[in-house]
C-alpha cells in the first residue's frame, strides 16, 4: 500500500512537472506571423511545436484588394518573423510591410525563386505574376525560404526544421506528380480553363493546360464588357464546357459571361469553385495547401473531361 502512494505520488510530481515544462516551452515558441494561408501552411508544418504560427487573409479574402486592419498592425508588432508573397501580391499592404522591416525579418517567400522561372505578365511591362504558390514544384522554393529563415533565427532546432522541411518538401512531389497525372487525361483540345482572374498562368504551364482568365493577373479593376464579349466569343468558338470562380474574386461578372454565350446558344456551365488567392476554411480539407490544390484539380478534371 505504502509503495503504490509512493509510486503515485512519484507520477503525479512526474507529470506535474512536465505540464510545466510544457507551459515553459509554449512561451517560448518563435510568433511567426504570414500574410496568405498558403504560406502558412509552409510555416505551420515545418515550424511545428517550435513555433505558434498565425495568418491574416483568411478564407474568401482577396490579397491583391487586402488592407491591413487595426488588428493585423498589433499581430504584426507581435510577430517575431513574417512572412509574405511578395511580387506586389499584397499591393495594398507593400508598404507597412517594408515599414516594419526595419525592425525584424519581414521575407517575401517569392525572394529565392530565379527570375528566369518568374513568368512576366502582359498586363505590366517588367511586373512578374505573383500566383507562384500554383505551380507545386515552384512553391517549394518558397518552403526552402522559410525553413533557412526559421533555422537564422533559431539555430539550436535546426535539425528538427531541416526534418519537417523534407518530409514537407517529399509530400510536395508527391502532389505535383499527383496533379501533373490528373490534369493529362482530361483530352487535350478540351484542356482549357476559364476563372475569373488571371491566378493560373503558372499551373497553366506546369501541367500543360491552356488557361484564361476574364481580368488581369490583378483583381484591382473590374472587367469591363469589351473583356466580357472577347471571353464570350472564345468560350462559344472553342466550344469550352465550363468555367470556373475563384472564393475570392466576385463571380458577377463570370456569370456575365455564361449569360452571354447562352444567348449564342452556347451552353457553359459554372464548372465549380477554385480556390486560387486565398485556401478554404479552417477544419475542412481545402483550409490546407496539399486541400486546396487537390480540390481545385478534382474540380477541373471533373468538368472538363
Ligand atoms: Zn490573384
Known amino acids: 500500500m505504502g509503495n503504490r502512494l509512493i509510486f503515485l505520488l512519484f507520477v503525479s510530481a512526474f507529470l506535474f512537472s512536465c505540464s510545466n515544462t510544457e507551459k515553459k516551452e509554449n512561451s517560448d515558441k518563435i510568433n511567426v506571423l504570414s500574410t496568405t494561408g498558403m504560406i502558412y501552411d509552409i510555416a505551420l508544418n515545418v515550424g511545428g511545436e517550435k513555433v505558434n504560427a498565425q495568418y491574416l487573409m483568411g478564407p474568401g479574402v482577396d490579397p491583391h484588394l487586402y488592407k491591413a486592419t487595426q488588428n493585423d498592425l498589433s499581430k504584426m508588432r507581435e510577430a ?179 449569360e452571354g454565350c447562352r444567348e449564342k446558344g452556347h451552353n457553359v456551365q459554372i464548372g465549380g469553385t477554385l480556390f486560387s488567392d486565398a485556401m478554404g476554411a479552417a477544419g475542412t480539407p481545402e483550409g490546407t495547401y496539399e486541400g486546396m490544390v487537390r480540390h481545385n484539380v478534382n474540380t477541373i478534371v471533373n468538368s472538363l473531361k
Open 80 to 258: 517575431e518573423i513574417i512572412f509574405y508573397n511578395g511580387l506586389h501580391l499584397e499591393g495594398k499592404m507593400q508598404e507597412t510591410l517594408e515599414k516594419i522591416s526595419n525592425s525584424k525579418p519581414v521575407i517575401p517567400v517569392s525572394s529565392g525563386i530565379k527570375k528566369s522561372l518568374l513568368k512576366e505578365s502582359e498586363d505590366f511591362g517588367g511586373v512578374y505574376d505573383p500566383h507562384i504558390w500554383f505551380d507545386v514544384s515552384l512553391w517549394k522554393q518558397a518552403v526552402i525560404i522559410v525553413t533557412n529563415t526559421l533555422i537564422k533565427s533559431d539555430e539550436e532546432n535546426k535539425e528538427y526544421y531541416l526534418n519537417n522541411s523534407k518530409d514537407y518538401l517529399s509530400a510536395l512531389s508527391a502532389l505535383d506528380a499527383w496533379v501533373k497525372e490528373s490534369i493529362a487525361t482530361i483530352p487535350e483540345q478540351q484542356r482549357v480553363m476559364i476563372t475569373a482572374h488571371d491566378a493560373f498562368g503558372y499551373f497553366g504551364d506546369a501541367y500543360n493546360i491552356e488557361v484564361r482568365g476574364l481580368q488581369g493577373i490583378s483583381t484591382r479593376s473590374e472587367p469591363g464588357i469589351r473583356d466580357i464579349s472577347r471571353l464570350t466569343e472564345y468560350i462559344t468558338e472553342n466550344d469550352i464546357k465550363a468555367v470556373f470562380v475563384e472564393s475570392s474574386v466576385s463571380e458577377k461578372s463570370l456569370r456575365a459571361v455564361v
